[in-house]
């Protein structure tokens, strides 16, 4: 499948007004272009329901609570933005090679090859065991030893020390005082791996993911 395309807005772009669905949206295209990590996706795809069924919930207020939670549950999702179908779409498809017992990362390079296509369609090789340990990188969860989770667990820390070190700043700190309890708060003695955590929080990935964000 061909790849989607970088990222054309710069993070400098002002964003929509805070707490829109506009926002939300920038705000989930920023995170994916700088860290790369789908989870920012699902977490898209998840709100695009739940602001759905919050505003029909809200608009049928005056029925019966039940039919207001039946109203809730049929009601359409928000739309998304094509860079989140390009990712549900290369997912899609690994996954339809899946259950068909084929291996996505056999499938052949060259297009033009019909008896390369016939070999890898003519060779299913996955089996059960096969599939259940194919599923992370089926997803872009993993690849080359890093892990969507784990990242996004490390990303979480570092964001949260920046923004108590800056916090502590803008009490009248200053920035080494400020460290220096961040770093007695949370259990750090090394100074030179709290700043290199700290830094973390900001820091772009692009470069590991096989797929990137499209703004249209």
Do not use: C
Request: proline content about 7%; aromatic content about 10%.
């Amino acid at each position: 499948m061909q790849k989607p395309k970088r990222a054309e807005k710069t993070p400098d772009d002002p964003l929509p007004p805070f707490g829109t669905w506009e926002w939300e949206v920038e705000t989930a295209r920023r995170a994916m272009s700088r860290d790369q990590n789908p989870l920012h996706i699902w977490r898209l795809v998840k709100s695009a329901v739940a602001r759905a069924e919050q505003s029909a919930m809200h608009e049928a207020m005056d029925q019966p609570i039940q039919e207001a939670i039946s109203s809730s549950k049929t009601a359409e999702p928000l739309p998304l933005p094509r860079w989140v179908w390009d990712y549900l779409a290369a997912v899609g498809w690994r996954l339809g090679e899946m259950a068909n017992g084929l291996d996505w990362r056999r499938f052949p390079s060259d297009f033009d090859d019909e008896a390369d296509h016939e070999r890898y369609r003519n060779k299913p090789d996955l089996d059960a065991k096969g599939t259940k340990e194919l599923l992370p990188s089926t997803l872009y969860f993993t690849r080359n030893g890093w892990n969507a989770f784990t990242n996004g667990k490390a990303k979480k820390i570092a964001k949260n020390m920046q923004i108590h070190v800056d916090s502590l700043i803008i009490k009248g700190m200053s920035a080494a005082a400020a460290r220096d309890a961040v770093m007695q708060e949370f259990g750090y003695g090394d100074a030179r791996s709290f700043r290199r955590l700290v830094q973390k929080a900001d820091e772009p990935e692009n470069g590991t993911s096989p797929f990137s964000v499209e703004t249209r």
